[in-house]
């Protein structure tokens, strides 16, 4: 049975539904397997700068407890090692991406700063 393909607006608003008990890893996983995104409705957010990468705001719910965004990077651009102080997930639309993890020079994973 073929997945119904989602716009971006109405993924975001499914997954405001999933509610704070489904952000689970499996959750979450199962919801992204349900919900693939058309890739047209994600062209609005996906521009970019020549000169740094680009975090384009997609969603962000009341309260702020969610929020969606487009991050794009042209061939050869970077961020540098920072630490998001919560979880995510990240889906790549094209091309490839590398992570890089690290822990601190006590062993310790944590923050950044």
Avoid at 73 to 84: C, E, K, N, R, S
């Amino acid at each position: 049975m073929a997945v119904k393909l989602c716009t971006v607006s109405d993924f975001a608003e499914e997954l405001r539904k999933l509610g704070k008990s489904g952000f689970t890893l499996d959750g979450v996983h199962q919801f992204l397997k349900d919900h693939p995104i058309e890739p047209e409705s994600l062209r609005p957010f996906l521009f970019f700068r020549t000169s740094h990468y680009t975090r384009n705001l997609i969603h962000e719910a009341p309260g702020g407890d969610l929020s969606l965004y487009a991050i794009v990077w042209l061939p050869g651009q970077w961020t540098p090692v920072h630490d998001h102080g919560s979880w995510g997930v990240v889906g790549v639309v094209q091309g490839v991406l590398e992570e890089r993890s690290y822990l601190s020079a006590s062993g310790a994973a944590g923050s950044c700063s």
